[in-house]
């Protein structure tokens, strides 16, 4: 071979694996844009979920303030009834509130009058850590109703107009007649360890049309104390995308205040993720303007990643190779090879998937067997040290099944545990959740990643009971109740599995000790 022709092939080779990696570099970018195209999707998605959520929340609100509207005299009984049916329907309401404007005048009948009902009753504001009367001033606005009563006990009475900020909210929301939001406040006087907003919305006696009319004739405000974590998190849930790592800010005005995050601890971000980071302003409500930050997890990029772009390249400068080599019909030959190998890999690996899942499948429920937990549960174990990620664990068990099958035959008994099973697996709605059979009337919920463990398990207990199985024999109840167990794990790799599922049980052996039909978490003792 001369040295033109030596040349020529090798020119043949750059062109030929050149042109490869460009195809392969094109479609890697088109790739690229389509993932941006869905991320933008799902967070907008997300963004679309919170800002519903806020507003129905504000409407909450709007429903409240028509109930003064039409009254001059709400009672307690009247406030507590309309807010409790507002509160058992968003789980993300701190409280609801009644705060009239009392002038300075009126403050000592004012307190007498509530005194009769509450004798330790007073206008209040906080000092540092500690609750004191409130100074005098020509208006207070304390929390006069509040639901829940319980749990909020310790503000019944604070002065709102105590803590400038939030005067200056409700002076602005009186002047404007429309909700308005603080910026972002510890709840701990309402026990709770979350952020949290207040939305004020205020009320008049008549309909003033003017700023001074709204100052003299206004009564006080209805209130919403809103838990920003729920908030979101119930906002996140209505949505089906995950593996998102998201930031909540309030850029209001010129600072940014973080309001919520899920971004772990440890995490370091690489630039194939921070190329993707995307932020979303949300419609501004009730004087707030807030903003979605929002950057995708390794795993969301990699599932959407395809392997077309890096076979491009590779097999592109093989098959520059193989041409330069002029082995032509070794080639053909190697394309039908691997053609039928990958038809026989992908016919193989159907049947493997379905023999695993007979064999990973209960022949009577239908729903994972315990083989497959115990599968499961191996896996999660090593995935949540690796991740430093919680495991939870939710035992369930059918109240005297015995007894049913004694009364209703093992053929009603069958139907029975496919029913619950079926019950117990729509509860549970992540896809990473898994319910299995564990043995006979008994059932199991693994939930990897999970933060409240015993909401599901609550869920689980209510919606067997809601399925209205008759059980007459039962000493617990005339239907099919369950007993729940509940435990949770951050592992690491001094952890002891077995240990872990002996604590669902004995959480398990309490509820079911303690008159069933109901569910008790484990509590080390």
């Known amino acids: 071979m001369n040295r033109f022709s030596k040349y020529i092939l090798f020119f043949s080779i750059l062109v030929g694996v050149g042109f490869s990696a460009y195809i392969g570099k094109s479609i890697y970018n088109k790739e690229s844009s389509a993932i941006e195209l869905d991320f933008r999707k799902d967070v907008d998605d997300k963004a679309a979920a919170l800002e519903r959520e806020i507003l129905l929340n504000i409407e909450v609100l709007h429903a409240i303030k028509g109930l003064f509207d039409s009254s001059s005299n709400v009672t307690s009984k009247e406030f507590s009834r309309i807010a409790r049916s507002f509160l058992a329907r968003h789980q993300d309401i701190q409280a609801l509130e009644w705060v009239p404007r009392v002038l300075s005048s009126e403050r000592l009948a004012f307190e007498e009058s509530l005194q009769t009902k509450i004798p330790e009753f007073e206008i209040i504001e906080q000092k540092i850590d ?86 003299e004739q206004l009564r006080g405000f209805v209130a919403g104390v809103y838990r920003i974590d729920d908030m979101f998190g119930s906002a996140i849930k209505r949505t089906s995308a995950e593996g998102i790592f998201f930031s909540l800010e309030d850029k209001t005005n010129e600072s940014i205040n973080n309001l919520y995050s899920n971004f772990p601890v440890d995490l370091i971000l690489d630039s194939s993720q921070t190329a993707f980071t995307y932020e979303k302003r949300l ?61 026989r890999t992908h016919d193989l690996n159907e049947a493997k998937q379905m023999l695993e899942a007979l064999s990973q499948t209960d022949s009577l429920t239908k729903i994972a067997n315990r083989r497959c937990f115990d599968e499961s549960l191996q896996a999660c174990w090593q995935h949540a040290i690796r991740e430093r990620s919680s495991i939870g664990l939710i035992m369930i068990d059918i109240d005297h099944f015995k007894l049913y099958n004694d009364t209703y035959g093992h053929l009603a008994g069958d139907q029975c545990l496919r029913e619950v099973a079926s019950e117990l697996n729509q509860t549970m709605n992540r896809k990473t959740d898994l319910v299995a059979r564990y043995g006979g009337e008994e059932f199991v919920v693994l939930m990897p990643h999970t933060r409240d463990c015993i909401s599901p398990a609550i869920r689980c207990q209510t919606n067997i009971e809601q399925l209205s199985l008759p059980h007459e024999s039962s000493p617990t109840n005339e239907f099919v109740t369950v007993s729940v167990g509940v435990t949770s794990i951050f592992p690491n790799k001094d952890s002891d599995m077995l240990k872990f599922t002996v604590e669902a049980d004995k959480a398990l052996y309490q509820a079911k000790n303690s008159g069933r039909n109901r569910v008790c978490v484990y509590s080390g003792t």
Request: aromatic letters at 12%; glycine letters at 6%; a positive charge.
């Open 130 to 215: 500690i609750m004191i009367s409130a100074v005098e001033r020509e208006s207070h606005f304390p929390i006069f109703y509040v639901a829940p009563y319980a749990g909020n006990e310790r503000v019944l009475g604070y002065d709102f107009a105590s803590r400038e900020e939030t005067l200056s909210v409700m002076e602005r929301a009186r002047d404007l007649d429309k909700p308005l939001a603080t910026s972002s406040i510890d709840l701990l006087s309402y026990r709770s360890k979350q952020q949290g907003i207040i939305i004020f919305l205020p009320t008049y006696s008549g309909e003033p049309s003017t700023l001074d009319k709204r100052k």
């Open 283 to 343: 419609s501004p409500f009730s004087g707030r303007q807030w903003s979605i930050v929002a950057t995708p997890s390794a795993g969301y990029i990699t599932e959407r990643r395809g392997r077309l772009p890096y076979i491009i390249v590779i097999f592109g400068s093989l098959l520059v190779l193989l041409a330069v080599l002029y082995i032509y019909v070794l080639m053909r030959r190697s394309d039908w090879i691997e053609r039928e190998v990958k038809q």
